[in-house]
Each structure stands twice: as C-alpha cells, then as structure tokens.
C-alpha cells in the first residue's frame, strides 16, 4: 500500500467522530426544544446550558477535523 493511499484512509478513519457529533448535536437541539415547548418561561435558563453543550459538542467535531487534516497534509 502506497503512502498517500494510507494517508487518505486514516484522514477519513480520523472523520469518522463527526458522526457522533452529529447524532450528539440532533439529540441536544431536540431536547432543547422539547423543555422550551414545555417550560417556556425556563428559556433564560437553557439558552446558557444549550449554548455550552453544544459549542463543546462542537469542538469535538472541529477537533477531529484539524486531526484529520493533520494526517492528510502532514
């Protein structure tokens, strides 16, 4: 196996967290509009928590991302 061939297959093996990040940030959205369509006056109180969760969601995405492009043009 060629170099470059094994250089593609870990950058895309490295993507592959993105996956979760994304059933992660589905889940996150829909509980957050399920407590706000419940509790509406609580908004004040999720926006904080929801922003958190999902700028650290997030970054797990971007991370994996950096690494991958690491392993691609590294």
Known sequence: ME???AK???AALALLP???VGIGLGLIF????EAVGRNPSASDLLDK???LSFAFTEALA???LVVSLII???
């Open 3 to 5: 170099i470059e061939a």
């Open 8 to 10: 593609l297959i870990a």
């Open 18 to 20: 993105i996956l979760g």
């Open 30 to 33: 829909g509980s957050y509009n």
């Open 49 to 51: 928590k929801y922003f």
């Open 62 to 64: 971007i991370f994996a």
């Open 72 to 74: 691609l043009f590294g």
